[in-house]
């Protein structure tokens, strides 16, 4: 199986960055009948943004609110003189961790396609295939935790990078911690996917292959 370290290019960039770190809405009128008029683009638009700006500051309070390490004056101080160019380094980070968790994904689903295509198989052989049922449920539970963790991980990153941190370095920081908290799990989430394919998803393959060609020789 192809495997990928997360973030090939531009670790070193968001690693830079957490060293130094301790609505408008178009009026609609109603006509005679009290018929209300159809949204116009402009109006989506400006409806899409404000839930994405409400969004966007409900993550943000929520991260503050976790955020174990209270900031001082002096640190917070800090932050605000360096956060817009770390700012700079991040928006680079989140288009190359954004295309590293595609292509991860892609051996992912590859992986499981496979599977999928042996199942069938053994079952018209009645193969039993218990063990290899078990171990694919493991491994799609694993890849969802990756996936989860993933969108985590590129999210608080896209909100530091996206945020105004110097009206809010405490927002800034927490952002970064969180992403840092995210990416501890993504890998620890690929690594457990490697251990399972390895341990457990090939020798339940080879295994089963072995079974079907004995049926077919039967």
Known sequence: MKTLKFLPVGAAAFVAVLAFTVPVYAQVSEDAETQTAEPTPVTQQTTTN????????????????????????????????????????????????????????????????????LQPKLTAANVDTAQIDATVTELKAAIESFKTNSSAYE????????????????????????????????????????????QKVKPALVAAKTKLAEAKAE
């Open 155 to 198: 999210q608080a990153v896209k909100d530091a990078a996206e945020l105004d941190c110097q009206a809010d370095s405490v927002a800034f920081q927490a952002s970064l911690t969180s992403a840092r908290t995210a990416l501890q799990k993504v890998r620890s989430d690929a690594t457990n996917i490697r251990t399972i394919t390895n």
């Open 50 to 117: 404000t839930t994405t700006q409400s969004a966007m500051k409900d993550r943000i309070e929520k991260r503050k609110a976790e955020l174990k390490t209270k900031l001082t004056n002096a640190q917070q101080t800090r932050l605000q003189n360096r956060c817009k160019n770390a700012q700079g380094k991040l928006q680079s980070v989140t288009q190359r961790t954004a295309a590293v968790q595609q292509n991860r994904e892609k051996i992912y689903t590859k992986l499981l396609d496979r599977i999928a295509e």
